[in-house]
């Protein structure tokens, strides 16, 4: 049973930091890129960072380029998404997602949910 399991998400105010972590289980995770999605209430859902198999490269949308990095290490079966200098505008809930390269085939987490209030 293919499982991605998120967490490490809460509720921060603007400035602070929060790291989530994301479990994979029952399919060859070093096989995978990884990527971390949001999707902001009424918004659609969004790619904001992304690494290679091996974790050489990481890749990341504008809006989180220099606050965000995305890790992984594949003998835990794991990607983390640090988030540092959070802001309101990062509301929303987070989503972990394997993607088979080349390929449509890939695996969603349930997601975890990111506020940033003060």
């Known amino acids: 049973q293919v499982q991605l399991v998120e967490s490490g998400g809460g509720l921060v105010q603007p400035g602070e930091s929060l790291k989530l972590s994301c479990i994979g289980s029952g399919f060859i995770f070093s096989n995978y890129f990884m990527r971390w999605h949001r999707q902001a209430p009424g918004k659609e859902r969004e790619m904001v960072a992304s690494?290679?198999?091996?974790?050489?490269?990481?890749d990341y949308s504008d809006s989180v380029k220099g606050r965000f990095t995305i890790s992984r290490d594949n003998t835990k079966k794991a990607v983390y998404l640090q988030m540092n200098n959070l802001q309101p505008e990062d509301t929303a809930v987070y989503y972990c997602h394997a993607r088979y390269p080349g390929t449509n085939t890939g695996h969603w987490g349930q997601g975890t949910q990111v506020t940033v209030s003060s």
């Open positions: 690494m290679s198999t091996t974790g050489y490269r990481a």
